[in-house]
């Protein structure tokens, strides 16, 4: 059955891998999805028709989306109301009439995509609905039919929208909307404990639906911070684990009720199971340990706005210095000292963490971030033997640099093969990389990137930003 | 710090080849309700290390979990609720963790280990 999904206008290309994945979820199995757009749709438009076995999936998957507005059956599209009209006409009877019975509630919605209708304008499209023979009673508060009518505009000027081609006006039988209350009620402005970094409410519940959360499920992130990914994750009912090298953040917060732990009983969820302070680069999981977590959700440190720490001294690994000594009766309270991670290791480690320790077809969901010009560049991104790459979704952050969220699915075990492989693959990305993973503040590094003053011929330039910025544009 | 904590952890200091399982010094146990969840219990328990789980259970004052174990017991209801309660409600909130090869401490101090190595122990 083909459904229309009809998205927010955010975080564009997050939109369909958070669909295919809660699909996963509903459907258990993989399936290849199958999509389509109506002619002169933009990639970045609202619309997009998705094929689901039944009504229930799209229900379940329109309860959990975050960048869904809604899922409806449609019964008629068209670039004019009259070409609407014929096309709702067209639409099999035996689909519309129980919906249009006698002792039924229905009201319509008109929705509006880059233009505003005022109340006389939207009251004037219901009427000219009348050729729809609806018997039912008209009810605002909780109708048992809901209709949408949703009309685009057609203009060039488009108010910072995507180039619309054409005027599309779309009717439909509502099937689920979806719930956003869930985003404004972990909004990080109403978090109780959180940290510089903390990630955004609503990218955290995305990552979690990426990451196929949900009850019974065994979920880590090895950058837990104040925990905001394991909120989202423990929301729809998954079981938590966080590791952080930053024993301040996760011990002792900022007081008794201003820790992780309350951040999880702020919402009444289950609090992690644990939380460990370790090192992603000597991680102290036990040799025997494998295929113990369903998924890996994180945001690793990657430099520009916090950057990693790994054990050993800066100065002992860079040999400027002799290993250390430390005297017996001192070791109780010694404060390791500690150096920098850089992303080329910590990604490996991450990769290499998740081959080893998500259980076949368990999914490892990070941040990655990138140029702007390197975001559709394949080999940019990092790889393991044992993972698949299902979703790069970008997120413009400045002109000079983006961030990807990568969702991975591991496909084969991890044996000592593979352990060797993922070595030299590593190796070879981090030669084809290296001055853009160096933690100095030299050309080429992201750092520099994302921080250099701009070159005078930049500045000078007076050509006008394009209004609209977006991935397709 | 959970039993399921302790489960997966070990000694990772450079060279130390039998560093799990980390004994348990406790001076403060806590118990904290957690919701029984059996679909989680059915999916950790393939995964643990038994018998390291059942001698970790004894050294927190547990003496109801069986020595051998196998899959049918999940069926059991009451045998669900004592390696619930053994796994996810019973907490290490300070004491430390003990490697059985070194003998290096490793502090638990608010119900969090602290499991990163000193410089020279990498």
Redesign the interface.
Known sequence: MWFLCYFLHRLLDYRIPEIESLARLFLGEKVDLKWRQSPYHHPDSPFYFIDLPSEDVARNIASRSVLLKGILEVWGEGRTYDELRISIEAYPEEKKTPYLTPDSTFKVVVDTFGKILNLDEQTERIHSLSYIPFQGVVKLKNPEHKFWLIETDGNDFNNGLPPADIRSIVFGREIAVSDRKVVVKYELSRRNYLGPTAMDAEVALLMANQALAK????MYDPFVGTGSILVAAAHFGA?T?GAD?D?RV???GKGPDKNVWSNFKQYDL?PP???????NN????????S??F?AIVCDPPYGVRAGGRK???RK?LQGTRD????DENK??D?I??TAPYTLAECVHDLLDLAARLLVTGGRLVFFYPAPRDECGEEDYFPKHPCLNLIANSEQILSTRYSRCLLTMEKTSRYTDEIAAEARKVHQEFRDNHSEMLQESRENGSLHHIVFAPSSEAKLNGTEARPRYRGKYV | ??L??HN?????IKGVTK???LSIEVQKLETKE??F?P??L???FP?L?WKAFHDAALSVGLNDIPEQVDPVMLEDSEFLQKFHHAL?EVHLEEGALICPETGR?FPV????????????E?
């Open positions: 009850p019974g499920k065994l079981m684990m090298i024993i996760i011990r002792d289950t199971v644990g939380l460990i302070r370790a090192d000597v991680p102290p999981w036990r040799s025997s340990l295929e113990v369903d054990s050993g001294g002992l290993p250390y000594i430390i070791r109780k010694h390791p000292s | 710090m959970r399921l904590t997966m952890l070990t000694c990772n560093g799990f399982p957690t919701d969840n679909d989680f059915k999916n950790i995964k290390e996810l401490r101090s608010k119900g969090v280990p602290n499991m990163l190595l000193h410089e020279d990498v």
